[in-house]
């Protein structure tokens, strides 16, 4: 199904366009889904219109067209102008000294007696036009036929003094945070692009000091953090316990308990926040049809409690990555729309191909979102009207877990507002995968 809202090749019989809705949604907003049309893609109602100032523009900078010019022709063409530069200038004073030394040579005319000097003079004029003409045509031939070959040797040269770059580019291609420990180490020359190649090593030494840091930090975070709470949280539960517990201590106790479970999701999501930020560990082949299926089984008592309505229509999806971050992606999407929806409300979850790629919908109703408001929801620690008082319901990192997981997986994740209220998040994944690592079937 394409993301457009019209039938694709995996749409089903009869999916399809949408049906007009009782209300036009408002430029910007996401039709609601239809009963019984699952399988159709949520898109905008009217997709954006670039103004026309931005328009062969690119993050408000003109593009010109030596922009799309590579370097190596760069160098090139500068190789070619000054060639043809030079030889013209070559061709002009080869052009004046033949004709000074023409110019002051004795003519005669052979077997002519008493001629008229004028006639004399003309001829030798005429004489010397003629060779100059002459000169002059091979001349530029020749400069025209050798600066080509100049421009063929200086493609070659400029590819050759290049090199050293493409090497410097192979690299911080290759490096990953668990790779950073490679270094160009280019040796030739002590000019500016061993300068340039010795700068980035410097600068991956003090990124793998950076990370191995994180990585210690985000450890030992895990243990002083959590174990202090699971010790109040164990105490707290034997207080409560206690039958001789009075009924103030017992409702203090549970407000405790409450203030502490949220501090444990609070420090749970940081780290999983940290984490997902990273290079991936792990990468294998994963269906998005079957971790939502997973997630939706995990959460049933939660969306059974909770009295929506919940429809779903997942296909295979293959993403090579991450299996538990994937899960976690997915399960954020769905918590996310149980907990910020409205009464009798609903959510739709689908996975498939969307425009090629592989990539799963949540879309939910619940409360208007402003669409500028809709950025901000991806940040940490913020919730929708700005809500970060109320902490009963989360952390306020659903969505931020969500964008870093995507960015992990080198995915894109967009959300639009609905129309009526709530939600609409489409995660999609690139096309091209790795081979998976560590074994040979996944």
Do not use: C
């Amino acid at each position: 199904m394409r993301p457009d809202g019209e039938p694709g090749p995996e749409a089903r019989p009869g999916h399809g366009a949408e049906p007009a809705g009782p209300a036009a949604p408002a430029p910007g907003e996401v039709p609601p889904t239809p009963p019984g049309d699952t399988g159709t893609w949520r898109r905008l109602s009217a997709p954006p219109v670039e103004p026309a100032a931005a328009q062969g523009s690119v993050s408000g900078r003109v593009t010109h067209l030596s922009d799309n010019i590579s370097l190596r022709m760069r160098f090139t063409l500068i190789y070619g102008m000054l060639f043809f530069a030079a030889g013209s200038l070559l061709v002009l004073l080869n052009y004046v000294i033949v004709a000074g030394i023409l110019d002051s040579l004795d003519f005669t005319v052979a077997g002519a007696y008493d001629l008229d000097p004028v006639i004399v003079e003309e001829a030798k004029n005429s004489f010397i036009e003629s060779v100059l003409g002459q000169i002059s045509r091979f001349s530029i031939l020749a400069l025209v036929i050798v600066g080509f070959l100049a421009l063929a040797l200086g493609y070659a040269v400029a590819g050759r003094a290049l090199s050293p770059l493409h090497k410097i580019t192979r690299t911080a291609r290759r490096l990953s945070e668990r790779s950073l420990h490679e270094r160009i180490a280019l040796s030739g020359p002590d000019d500016e692009i061993r300068e340039l190649a010795d700068t980035f090593d410097a600068m991956l030494e003090r990124l793998d000091r950076a990370f191995d840091g994180q990585r210690r930090f985000v450890a030992n975070a895990s243990h002083e953090l959590r174990t202090p709470l699971a010790i109040n949280r164990t105490l707290l539960e034997v207080a409560l316990a206690d039958p001789e517990a009075t009924p103030d201590l017992k409702t203090i106790g549970r407000t405790l308990l409450e203030t502490n479970s949220r501090h444990e999701r609070l420090i749970d999501g940081l780290l999983f926040l940290a984490r997902s930020d990273r290079e991936l560990d792990v990468r294998t082949l994963v269906d998005l049809g079957e971790v939502s299926s997973t997630v939706l089984s995990q959460l049933a008592a939660r969306i059974e409690e909770s009295g929506l309505t919940v429809r779903s229509d997942l296909r295979g999806a293959p993403v090579t990555g991450d299996p538990v971050l994937l899960e976690r992606l997915v399960a954020n999407l769905v918590e996310n729309a149980l907990r910020y929806n409205v009464a009798d409300g609903e959510i739709t979850v689908r996975s498939g191909i969307n425009e090629g790629a592989p990539a799963v919908q949540v879309e939910n109703s619940g409360p208007v979102i402003p669409a500028y408001e809709i950025e901000g929801l991806f940040e940490p620690f913020r919730r929708s009207a700005g809500d970060r008082v109320r902490s009963k319901n989360s952390a306020g990192l659903g969505l931020s877990i969500v964008r870093s997981v995507v960015r992990a997986h080198g995915g894109t994740v967009v959300a639009w507002p609905r129309a009526g209220g709530g939600l609409v998040v489409t995660v999609r994944f690139p096309t091209g995968h790795r081979r998976p690592e560590g074994d040979g079937a996944s």
